[in-house]
């Protein structure tokens, strides 16, 4: 906003891997903060420690505010919070921003920003990619749909969680964009568990081939920094599975309806079918590898 941050009231909702450390990075640089989560966790008591004030709704959290985000798992728990019975809708002041941050349908999107116009509000949609390590570091993606004049007045909220922040165009703009990421991050993931299972079952030791090809060509994100947690064994999450799988079907929705065929991705959903099936649904996408063992009779990894 133009005012400084010490005058911006920001209505926060969301506390979760991503949400906490934004609001956190909000927070370090004077932004005053009215913070819920749908759940009781530490995170939130983290972010109150921290200077948030705890609310008991969106609605709670929207009252007063200048700029509203809520960052939240799928496109139902966006509704709720943005338009839903206790949703910030009902409290947000005329000329009020609300920044939503999920990874959602663009066409629900696109009716929630409606409907907040109704009542003077102005939307902008603004999904982030980075992972946890990206939202603790403020050094997120973010790609925005919305109003160019908004988009400017907020552009110092994004800078205070974000590095490389696009506006792409209206309303939906954004979400299309995040869901054009996942397509290259998940075909990326399974590319880079088919390199790696064909070493693994070639009795390559599996470290010394990310190490051979990631500097070239085939390099990518998904090889430098999720390559060596497989071969280590680590399957904590940055971006939990179930998350890419709810973020794929997205895609092939989004696919669907322009008539689109993306087979990838359509294959890459089905492998994250079997990991989850395997109860890895809330492990790191690099667990994509399990679905490759499992045919291979082989790990690629250490344990």
Same mark, same amino acid.
């Given at each position: *906003?133009?005012?400084?941050?010490?005058?911006?009231?920001?209505?926060?909702?969301?506390?979760?891997?991503?949400?906490?450390?934004?609001?956190? %990075?909000?927070?370090?640089?004077?932004?005053?903060?009215?913070?819920?989560?749908?759940?009781?966790?530490?995170?939130?008591?983290? /972010?109150?420690? @921290?200077?948030?004030?705890?609310?008991?709704?969106?609605?709670?959290?929207?009252?007063?505010? !200048? #700029?509203?985000?809520?960052?939240?798992?799928?496109?139902?728990?966006?509704?709720?919070?943005?338009?839903?019975?206790?949703?910030?809708?009902?409290?947000?002041?005329?000329?009020? /921003?609300?920044?939503?941050? =999920?990874? /959602?349908?663009?066409?629900?999107?696109?009716?929630? $920003?409606? $409907?907040?116009?109704?009542?003077?509000?102005?939307?902008? !949609?603004?999904?982030?990619?980075?992972?946890? #390590?990206?939202?603790?570091?403020?050094?997120?993606?973010? *790609?925005?749909?919305?109003?160019?004049?908004?988009? %400017?007045?907020?552009?110092?909220?994004?800078?205070?969680?974000?590095? %490389?922040?696009?506006?792409?165009?209206?309303?939906?703009?954004?979400?299309?964009?995040?869901?054009?990421?996942?397509?290259?991050?998940?075909?990326? %993931?399974?590319? *880079?568990?088919?390199?790696? *299972?064909? @070493? @693994?079952? =070639?009795?390559?030791?599996?470290?010394?081939?990310?190490?051979?090809?990631?500097?070239?060509?085939?390099?990518?994100?998904?090889?430098?920094?999720?390559?060596?947690?497989?071969?280590?064994?680590?399957? !904590?999450?940055?971006?939990?599975?179930?998350?890419?799988?709810?973020?794929?079907?997205?895609?092939?929705?989004?696919?669907? !309806?322009?008539?689109?065929?993306?087979?990838?991705?359509?294959?890459?959903?089905?492998?994250?079918?079997?990991?989850?099936? $395997?109860?890895?649904?809330?492990?790191?996408?690099?667990?994509?590898?399990?679905?490759?063992?499992?045919?291979?009779?082989?790990?690629?990894?250490?344990?």
């Amino acid at each position: *906003m133009s005012a400084a941050p010490g005058q911006t009231q920001i209505g926060f909702i969301g506390l979760g891997i991503m949400g906490a450390p934004m609001a956190k %990075n909000l927070l370090k640089v004077g932004y005053q903060l009215n913070v819920y989560n749908r759940s009781d966790r530490p995170r939130v008591d983290e /972010v109150v420690a @921290a200077g948030g004030v705890r609310v008991g709704s969106p609605k709670e959290a929207a009252t007063g505010a !200048d #700029v509203i985000i809520s960052i939240v798992t799928d496109t139902p728990d966006m509704e709720d919070v943005l338009v839903g019975e206790e949703g910030a809708i009902h409290g947000a002041k005329e000329g009020a /921003v609300v920044i939503d941050m =999920s990874t /959602v349908s663009p066409k629900v999107t696109r009716e929630v $920003a409606a $409907a907040l116009q109704e009542r003077g509000v102005a939307m902008l !949609d603004a999904p982030v990619s980075g992972g946890d #390590v990206g939202a603790i570091n403020g050094t997120l993606s973010i *790609m925005v749909g919305g109003d160019e004049a908004v988009f %400017n007045q907020c552009l110092p909220v994004f800078e205070a969680m974000g590095t %490389n922040i696009n506006l792409i165009g209206s309303n939906g703009a954004g979400q299309t964009t995040k869901l054009c990421n996942q397509i290259a991050v998940s075909v990326n %993931n399974m590319a *880079m568990a088919e390199a790696l *299972m064909l @070493a @693994a079952t =070639s009795d390559l030791d599996v470290q010394k081939v990310i190490d051979a090809i990631s500097g070239g060509a085939a390099g990518s994100w998904q090889l430098s920094n999720l390559g060596p947690r497989i071969a280590a064994g680590d399957f !904590d999450p940055g971006f939990m599975v179930y998350l890419q799988q709810k973020d794929l079907r997205l895609v092939l929705q989004a696919a669907n !309806d322009v008539k689109l065929a993306l087979p990838a991705v359509s294959i890459a959903h089905q492998f994250f079918n079997i990991v989850e099936r $395997a109860g890895c649904a809330e492990e790191g996408t690099q667990a994509l590898i399990k679905a490759y063992e499992a045919q291979a009779s082989k790990q690629a990894r250490a344990g």
